[in-house]
């Protein structure tokens, strides 16, 4: 196997497919389903797959086509997608033998892109220990509100508490109602949990850890902190002016809500696109404003080493600061006191194009399967590349191959173009000389 894999990141790609092949199975199983027969093989690869990747795309209604069996393995799919796989197996590795090889640190490395082998074993134990206990206190308000105000049992109330809580926090949007949370739209006690789930999971470890530390000192914030809390600060001010205007008097989404409803639900529909998934209104009555706002921030999505999807708003950010810098005239990308590198800049400009390219191949083949207008096609795939879980309601209408395209888009999207395209590498090169220089005409 050593001989196979030529980049750890081939590993990771591997790992990833290998827990989606095994939530496939699970839920192929008879038990699985309600109706004790068993679910086909390719929704059962569709729900693994968007289980795994954070997605939350479905084919089939999660509350009346799954078995408590089936909730249980989506949850753990859920789970284990967050936390990453190499993140796992370094953790079960630390707990078996005490003691971590370096391949094992390079894979966890990799896997969260900003740990270092000196410190792996205190940041992974942080970063489980965070990842939990923030589930635990969503948890435990999800479900005393499920029990006090819905009048759940005390047993399937916890239950409904910490499957919401799972999948808030990774990012998931799976919701246990076939209507996902539109019938809670104006509760307060249940949407604003959900969406500080979201944003706190899509922020990033490395982020939160930092705010923890310092977050009275911004001033000395790095550049991954001060960027990141920017953006998600400006896109969810941005998401909600849009759309609680262009929704506030549509009755098939805001209008049909009370005030202090209209504005949650305003705040609600801005930070799902993050990669949350979850949504309080109907998306397919949304305006057309309102789903292009929603591919925008969908593509964006959220935190770079966080449980998000999208390019991330690192690399937005990133890129902003390099389009500054060059109607300026300036010679290099700064970021408050520090310095921008070349190769940096190069990987945000990568990631970007690569996300384009991948969403506009992906909706013109799309296109050509479904009857399905344009709008309709992007925001399904903007969705699935992104990892978002947000739907116009024709993922289950969509064929074989269209399903088949979208399990794609949920793979690439999730282990991030980059790392799949290089894992599918045979080799690495590196150039040992430098061609002659030649400045082509650009615009």
Same mark, same amino acid.
């Given at each position: ?12 790609? %591997?790992? @990833? ?14 038990? #699985? ?18 289980? !795994? ?25 859920? &789970?284990?997608? $967050? ?20 391949? +094992?640190?390079?894979?966890? #490395? ?31 308000? =999800?479900?005393?509100?499920? !029990?006090? /105000?819905?009048? &759940? ?6 239950? =409904?508490? =910490? ?8 990012? *998931? ?12 739209? *104006? ?14 999971? %899509? ?34 001010? #941005? ?22 409803? /209209?504005?949650? +639900? $305003?705040?609600? #529909? ?12 109907? !998306?397919?009555?949304? /305006? ?11 593509? !964006? ?62 909706? @013109? ?63 690495? /090169? ?12 650009? %615009?």
């Amino acid at each position: 196997m050593r001989r196979g894999f030529r980049h750890p990141t081939q590993v990771i790609v %591997g790992g @990833f497919g290998a827990a989606v092949s095994v939530g496939t199975v699970l839920l192929s199983l008879p038990v #699985a389903t309600a109706d004790g027969e068993g679910a086909g093989v390719l929704t059962a690869l569709f729900t693994a797959t968007s289980s !795994i990747c954070l997605t939350g795309l479905a084919v089939v209604a999660t509350d009346t086509h799954w078995s408590i069996f089936g909730e249980v393995v989506i949850m753990l799919l859920l &789970q284990t997608g $967050g936390l990453g796989i190499m993140t796992l197996a370094t953790l079960f590795a630390l707990l078996l033998s005490g003691r971590l090889g370096l391949r +094992a640190r390079l894979l966890a #490395a990799t896997e969260n892109k900003t740990l270092t082998g000196s410190d792996l074993r205190r940041v992974i134990r942080n970063v489980v220990i965070f990842s939990l206990a923030t589930e635990a206190v969503l948890a435990v308000i =999800l479900g005393a509100r499920f !029990i006090v /105000r819905y009048e &759940q049992s005390v047993g399937y109330g916890a239950y =409904l508490g =910490l499957f919401h809580a799972v999948s808030a926090f990774n990012n *998931g949007g799976i919701a246990l109602w076939h209507d996902s949370m539109v019938r809670f739209a *104006g509760d307060p006690w249940i949407c604003l949990p959900l969406c500080f789930g979201v944003i706190v999971g %899509g922020l990033g470890f490395p982020v939160v850890f930092e705010l923890a530390r310092s977050w009275r000192r911004p001033a000395r914030w790095s550049v991954l902190t001060k960027i990141t809390v920017g953006m998600t600060a400006l896109l969810l001010a #941005a998401g909600t002016i849009v759309f609680t205007v262009f929704e506030w008097n549509n009755p098939r989404t805001l209008g049909g809500l009370e005030g202090g409803g /209209r504005l949650l +639900a $305003g705040f609600f #529909a801005a930070v799902m696109p993050r990669s949350g998934g979850f949504n309080s209104v109907d !998306i397919s009555a949304m /305006r057309p404003e309102s789903w292009l706002t929603t591919d925008i921030l969908m593509f !964006i999505g959220a935190g770079s080493a966080g449980t998000g999807g999208g390019i991330k708003v690192t690399t937005f950010g990133l890129l902003a600061f390099v389009l500054l810098a060059e109607l300026r005239g300036e010679n290099s990308v700064n970021v408050g006191n520090r310095k921008i590198p070349h190769d940096t800049q190069r990987q945000a400009l990568t990631i970007a194009l690569l996300g384009v390219g991948v969403v506009a191949t992906s909706t @013109f083949a799309l296109l050509s399967l479904v009857p399905h207008t344009l709008d309709q096609v992007l925001f399904e795939v903007v969705s699935a590349f992104a990892t978002v879980g947000l739907s116009t309601g024709i993922t289950p209408s969509l064929p074989a191959a269209g399903q088949l395209l979208i399990i794609f888009l949920m793979f690439i999207g999730r282990v991030g173009p980059v790392t799949l395209f290089t894992a599918l590498a045979l080799r690495e /090169r590196t150039r040992l000389y430098e061609l002659p220089e030649e400045r082509p005409i650009v %615009g």
